[in-house]
Structures are given as structure tokens and as C-alpha cells.
């Protein structure tokens, strides 16, 4: 039946511009048009709060994934905050508060997060949007990831406090996405051999 549904709106927009379709054809939703990608168009409501209980639930997990991780505006709270501390006596406080700090500073920004998060927002016109399936939004995830552009877009259109990571030249940006790459695939194998995982269907973003 999915793969029906699929074939039957692949058919029905094969001819239409992408950027025109504002109403779900299948929900009676306003839509917006977000991008395509390996010949298939994602869209997004057009109103955020016209997203779907179940499915909304995938959307506040998945954003405070994407959340944990420590950004120039939590490094300025945390300075503020332990300087605070300190003028009010409170030295040790403030150390903690600074150890919090460095604590936070070793998490790493990650894409796979960010592009689950993507994955809630963004769908295609064959997808059920009243819910998530989370093997179908794998693959989706899957293809994304080969393409490039596609996570520096995510950066643009959802995430906050990223200025200084958006104004990166081509080269710079590129550098900094290799060496978090290198960073990534060092901290996954110490959980591996760590807790000596064996699953196999995990979804890895290769950037």
C-alpha cells in the first residue's frame, strides 16, 4: 500500500512545479516548499504548530539532541554567572560553575541530531505526516547525507547561535566539518568497544 501511495503522488507531481504545491494533497495542510534532493521535494507545514501530536513528540526529542552542546551564548551565562559567584564570595561556586563549563565544552556538535531533527520537519508528499516512521526517515536521513550542501542548509534554516560556524569560508567550513568528522568516528569506537554494541541498523551521517 506505501509503495502504491508512493508511485500514485510521484505520478500525480511528476509535471508540477514543486514550489507551487502549498496544500497537502492527502491532509488538506498549507505547506511550503523546502528543497529536493535525489529527485524527491520536501516540504514543511507552513505553520510549525500545525505539526502533528505524534509526530511532534520525534520533534522536541530530537531538537534537544541537537540542543546539547555548548554554544557562545551558554559560555557567556556560564562566564556571567560564575563572575557572580565570585563578587558575591563564592569562589567555590563559581569553580563549579566554570567545571560545568569545560564539561560542556568537550560535547560535540552532532550533524546525525540535527539531520533527525530535519527529518520531523521536513517530509515528502507520499510520507504519513500524522506520525513518524523512523525506518522510513532513516533512509531519508541516508540520502541527505550523501549530498552535499544539505547540512550546511539544515544549519541555516534550523539551528540558532551558529553565526560564527555559518560565516566560515567554503574551505574553512569544510575543514571544520573533516575534523569533526574525525572527532565523531574516534568517540563512537571507545562506546563500541566500550559497551561492545553489536547494533548494526544505527544511522551514521558521513560529512
Known amino acids: 500500500m506505501k509503495y502504491l501511495r508512493n508511485f500514485y503522488y510521484w505520478i500525480k507531481f511528476l509535471f508540477t512545479d514543486p514550489e507551487k504545491v502549498t496544500i497537502h494533497p492527502r491532509y488538506n495542510m498549507h505547506l511550503k516548499y523546502g528543497f529536493s534532493c ?21 520533534l522536541r526529542t530530537y531538537y534537544q ?6 554554544t557562545s551564548q551558554d559560555i557567556n551565562a556560564f562566564c556571567d554567572k560564575a563572575m557572580e559567584e565570585i563578587n558575591n564570595g563564592k569562589p567555590i561556586d563559581a569553580g563549579k560553575i566554570l567545571d560545568e563549563m569545560k564539561y560542556r565544552s568537550t560535547w560535540l556538535f552532532e550533524p546525525t541530531s540535527l539531520f ?18 523512523v525506518i522510513y526517515n532513516q ?8 549530498k552535499k550542501g544539505v547540512l550546511r542548509m ?24 573533516e575534523r569533526l568528522q574525525e572527532a565523531k568516528e574516534k ?18 551521517v558521513t560529512i
Do not use: P
Open 38 to 58: 535525489g529527485g524527491k521535494h520536501y516540504y514543511r507545514c507552513l505553520h510549525d504548530y500545525d505539526i502533528r501530536e505524534n509526530r511532534f513528540r520525534y
Open 65 to 70: 539532541e541537537v540542543q546539547n552542546k555548548l
Open 116 to 133: 533527525k531533527y530535519a527529518s520531523v520537519i521536513y517530509f515528502d508528499l507520499s510520507e504519513n505526516i500524522e506520525d513518524y516512521d
Open 139 to 146: 533512509d531519508k536521513i541516508k540520502l541527505w547525507s550523501k
Open 154 to 177: 539544515f544549519l541555516q534554516e534550523l539551528m540558532t547561535g551558529l553565526d560564527e560556524l555559518l560565516s566560515l569560508s567554503k574551505n574553512d567550513f569544510q575543514y571544520y566539518m
Open 187 to 204: 568517540q563512537q569506537k571507545l562506546i563500541y568497544n566500550k559497551e561492545n554494541l553489536k547494533n548494526n541498523e544505527l544511522t551514521d
